[in-house]
C-alpha cells in the first residue's frame, strides 16, 4: 500500500534561519508531489508541485524552494526563514482519485 | 475560474446531533470530489469520493452527495461524536490533465458534549 512520510512533525526555527523538511513516497513510482501551507484558519495553499524527478513548478513567489533529488522523494528548502513563513506544511501525492497528505510540519519561526 | 465554495464557515452542535455540510463548485469539467476530514494538526485524511456518475457514497455515519448538474455536494454526519470537531475540506478535481485539484476553505465543525 502507499504511504508517505514526512518530518519533521513541529520545528521551531529563528528568523534568517535555513529551513528543510523531507517528504517520501512509498508503494508508487512516479508520483505527482505537492507541497501545501496552511496557515491558522485558512484554507490549503499550493507552494510547488512536481510532476517527475528534476520538474518543479511554483504557484506562489516566495522564500521557499523546492527540489526533487529522486523519483519518491520532495524537500522544501528556504535558506533564510521569516517570520511570515510560519505555518502548517503539507506534503501530498496524488492517484487518479485525489490526494493523500502527511501527517504535516508545524513550523514556528521566531 | 475553477472555484470550491464551501458553507457554512463553522459550526457547533451538541453530541448525538446530525450536522450537514454543503459545498458549491464551479470546477468544468468534472471529474471527481472529495471529502476530507483534517483533525487539529494533522493532514486531511480522505473520506469519500465521487466520481460524475455516484450521487451518493457513504462511509460510516459518513454520507455525501453530488448533483453534477447543479454542481453541488454535501456532508452529511450522522449522530455526530466529540471526536468529529475537525475541519471538512471539499476538493474537486477536473479533467484535462491538470495536476492541481481545487480546495474549499473548509468548515470547521465542533461537537459539544
Known amino acids: 500500500s502507499q504511504t508517505i512520510h514526512q518530518w519533521p512533525a513541529t520545528l521551531v526555527q529563528p528568523v534568517g534561519s535555513p529551513l528543510s523538511l523531507e517528504c517520501t513516497v512509498e508503494?508508487?513510482?512516479?508520483?505527482?508531489l505537492y507541497w501545501y501551507r496552511q496557515a491558522a484558519g485558512r484554507g490549503l495553499q499550493l507552494l510547488f508541485y512536481?510532476?517527475?524527478?528534476?520538474?518543479i513548478s511554483s504557484e506562489v513567489p516566495q522564500n521557499l524552494s523546492a527540489s526533487r533529488p529522486q523519483d519518491r522523494q520532495f524537500i522544501l528548502s528556504s535558506k533564510k526563514l521569516l517570520l511570515s513563513d510560519s505555518g502548517f506544511y503539507l506534503c501530498?501525492?496524488?492517484?487518479?482519485?485525489?490526494?493523500?497528505f502527511g501527517s504535516g510540519t508545524r513550523l514556528t519561526v521566531v | 475560474k475553477n472555484q470550491v465554495e464551501q458553507s457554512p464557515q463553522s459550526l457547533i452542535i451538541l453530541e448525538g446531533k446530525n450536522c450537514t455540510l454543503q459545498?458549491?463548485?464551479?470546477?468544468?469539467?468534472?471529474?471527481?470530489l472529495r471529502w476530507y476530514k483534517q483533525d487539529t494538526g494533522r493532514g486531511p485524511v480522505s473520506l469519500t469520493i465521487m466520481t460524475f456518475s455516484e450521487n451518493t457514497k457513504s462511509n460510516g455515519r459518513y454520507t455525501a452527495t453530488l448533483d453534477a448538474d447543479t454542481k453541488q455536494s454535501s456532508l452529511h454526519i450522522t449522530a455526530s461524536q466529540l471526536s468529529d470537531s475537525a475541519s471538512y475540506i471539499c476538493v474537486v478535481s477536473g479533467t484535462g490533465g491538470s495536476y492541481i485539484p481545487t480546495f474549499g476553505r473548509g468548515t470547521s465543525l465542533i461537537v459539544h458534549p
Open positions: 501530498a501525492w496524488t492517484d487518479l482519485y485525489g490526494y493523500t
Open positions: 459545498c458549491n463548485y464551479t470546477v468544468s469539467p468534472f471529474s471527481n
Open positions: 508503494g508508487t513510482s512516479n508520483p505527482n
Open positions: 512536481s510532476v517527475g524527478i528534476g520538474q
